[in-house]
C-alpha cells in the first residue's frame, strides 16, 4: 500500500527521500542479481560481436552463446518477460526455416542435411537473441558499444591480415600470396569487409572527436588495403554494388555514374598491366568459367526437384557429383567442376528447391525494405547513418553470396547481430513517443 500511494514525478520536479521500508533488503537482493545478469548478457554480446572475427574461434564462440541463451531465458522465465521479439522478417526468415526442416527427409543424405539445418537454427537464434539482448537494456547505448566491437574487430583483422600478407612474402605483382582472415583465407578476409567496411565509412562520418575519427580513418584505411591485398574479385564487385545501392537509395545518380566510370577504368587498368606481366592470375577468367559450368549441373538438379531439392548444405553438390569432380582433375581449370556451388542462392536451390529460395530472397528484400523505410522517416543524422549502413552491408553480403557459399560460421553469426542491430533500431524509434529524437 506505502508503494501504491507514491505516484510518479516529472524530471524537474524534486524527489523527496524514500520513506524506511521494512525488509528492504529482500526486496532489492533480486533486482541487483538480475541486473547483473543483464550485464552479463551486454557483455557477452559484445564478446561474440568481436569473437566474430577470429573464425578458429567460432567453437568457443558458440559454446558461449547457447549458454548466454540459457541464461537469458531463465532470467525471461524468472521475470516473465515475453523473449520473443517480433520483427518484419519473422514470416520469411521462419518460412525458410521451416521449408529447410521439411525438405531433409528427401535430401541425398538426410543426416548431413539436418546437421547443417541445426546450424542454421543457431544463426537465427543468435538474432533472435540479440534482439531480446537489445531490447532489455538500452538499445541505443548498447548498439553503440557493438558498433564499438565491430571497429576494433576490424582494427585488429586487417592488422593481422596485412602483416601476414607482407610476412609471407606477398607483393602487388600477383596474386601469388593473397591476405586473408586469421587462421582462415582469404575468400573469409573479402567477406568481413564487406560486412564491416560500410560501417567503418559511417562510423567516420557521425563521429565529429578528433580520437574516434582518427580511429575510424586508420581502420578503414587498413580495411581497403586488407580488401585489394585479398585479391578476391568477387569482394571488390560486391562494394562497387554496395557503393551503387548507397546512390540509388540516397539520390545520388552522380555517384553512381562515378562509380561506373571507376569501375570500368579499374578494369581496363588491370587488362592492360596484365600485358606486361601484372595480375596475370587476377586477370584470368578461369574461375568464371569454372563456376558456370558447375551452376549449370546445380541447375539441372533444380531443375529435376524444383520442391524439395535434393538436400540441404554446402557439401550436398559434392556428394551427388564426386564422380564429375575427380574426373575432371586432369582438364584445365577452366573446364573443371568444382567441389561446391560457390554461390549460395544456387546452393540453397538445389538443396531445398523453389520455395527456400523464394524465402531466402525474401529475407533479404525485408531486411533492406524495412531500413530504408525507416532512413526516410527519421530526421535525426546519428541514427539514419547506422540504418543505412546495415541495408548496405546487407545488399554486398547477399551479392558477395552469389560467387561462394560464405553464410556460414561467424560470418553469418556477424551479419545476424549487424541486421539485430538495425532492426531493434527500428522498434526503437516505432515506440518513441512524436516529437522525441532517438540519437546515438
Known sequence: PLMASIKPVSNTSITKPTPYI??????????????????????????????SFFPRLFHFQEYAFF?????????????????????????????????????????????????????????VLVFYWAMFVLRSHKRIELSRQIVWAVVLGSLVLTGYALVDFILRGGTWRDRVVRAGAPFSDYNWLSTYLVLVIPILIGWVVAHRKFWARALGILTLILAGLAQVASYTRAGWVAHIVQTVGFGLMTGR????????????AMGGGLLAVSQIGYQRDTVDSW?????????QLGLQQAAQHPLVGVGYGNDTFLKIHQV?????????????????????????????GV?????????????????????????????QWLLVAVVVVTVGFATRNLFDYM?????GCLFWIMTAVGLSLVKHMQEVPAGQHVTL
Open 355 to 383: 520455395p527456400a529460395l523464394v524465402f531466402f530472397v525474401w529475407i533479404f528484400v525485408r531486411i533492406v525494405y524495412t531500413l530504408t523505410r525507416q532512413w526516410w522517416q527519421s530526421k535525426v543524422p546519428e541514427t
Open 253 to 264: 545518380h552522380r555517384l553512381v555514374m562515378w562509380v561506373l566510370v571507376v569501375a570500368i
Open 22 to 51: 521494512p525488509n528492504a533488503v529482500s526486496v532489492h537482493v533480486p533486482s541487483r542479481a538480475s541486473a547483473a545478469f543483464w550485464t552479463l548478457q551486454a557483455y557477452g554480446l559484445l564478446g561474440i560481436t568481436f569473437l
Open 287 to 295: 574461375t568464371i568459367s569454372a563456376r558456370v559450368i558447375t551452376w
Open 407 to 411: 553464410f556460414a560460421g561467424s560470418l
Open 324 to 352: 564429375e569432380v575427380d574426373a575432371d582433375k586432369g582438364k584445365d581449370l577452366g573446364e573443371r567442376v568444382l567441389p561446391g556451388l560457390h554461390n549460395t542462392f544456387a546452393t540453397v536451390l538445389m538443396g531445398s
Open 67 to 123: 549458454l548466454l541463451l540459457a541464461v537469458a531465458l531463465c532470467l525471461a522465465w524468472v521475470e516473465r518477460v515475453n523473449p520473443w521479439i517480433r520483427t518484419p522478417i519473422d514470416l520469411p526468415l521462419l518460412g525458410f526455416v521451416g521449408w529447410v526442416l521439411c525438405t531433409v527427409p528427401f535430401a541425398t543424405d538426410p543426416a548431413y542435411s539436418f546437421s547443417e539445418w541445426r546450424k542454421l537454427v543457431a544463426q
